[in-house]
């Protein structure tokens, strides 16, 4: 079995993707407890930083402040979170995660025990889309 049948992240299923292109692509993460949460994943199966060129490295990491900056304008939160882990799927991917100070766990990782329940909150999809694809291909 290759490594791109058994990945996630190479094989996905159901991704609300919100912007893409050859290299790289945003998707919202399906998280209702934190709405506006994105993953921006390197398209081919790479692990690591170190293994893209130093162009491909800064497009990737452009991408991570374009959706930063995006969801900052959009939804005013706190604080932005960014975290690149992969150990459960290792695969380059960076979480952009929009933190406020009453979400379910502030201010731990949300990844910690939850400290109280979510509020409702939202995000316009179209609203992130757009905005986006302006930022990334503008």
């Excluded at 079995?1 to 912007?19: F, I, K, N, S, Y």
């Excluded at 506006?36 to 491909?56: D, F, K």
């Excluded at 959009?74 to 979170?81: A, E, G, T």
């Amino acid at each position: 079995m290759t490594t791109d049948t058994v990945c996630p992240l190479c094989r996905p299923q159901g991704e609300a993707v919100v912007w893409r292109d050859p290299a790289r692509r945003v998707i919202l993460v399906a998280d209702p407890a934190y709405p506006g949460y994105c993953r921006v994943i390197w398209n081919a199966h790479v692990r690591e930083m170190t293994e893209l060129s130093a162009e491909q490295r800064a497009l990737m990491m452009n991408t991570v402040y374009a959706v930063e900056q995006v969801l900052r304008d959009q939804l005013r939160p706190d604080k932005i979170n960014l975290a690149s882990l992969g150990n459960q799927a290792p695969h380059l991917h960076w979480h952009v995660i929009p933190r406020f100070r009453d979400d379910a766990h502030f201010p731990d990782p949300v990844w910690a025990a939850a400290r109280r329940a979510p509020p409702a909150r939202s995000v316009d999809l179209a609203a992130l889309r757009a905005a986006l694809s302006a930022k990334l291909t503008g």
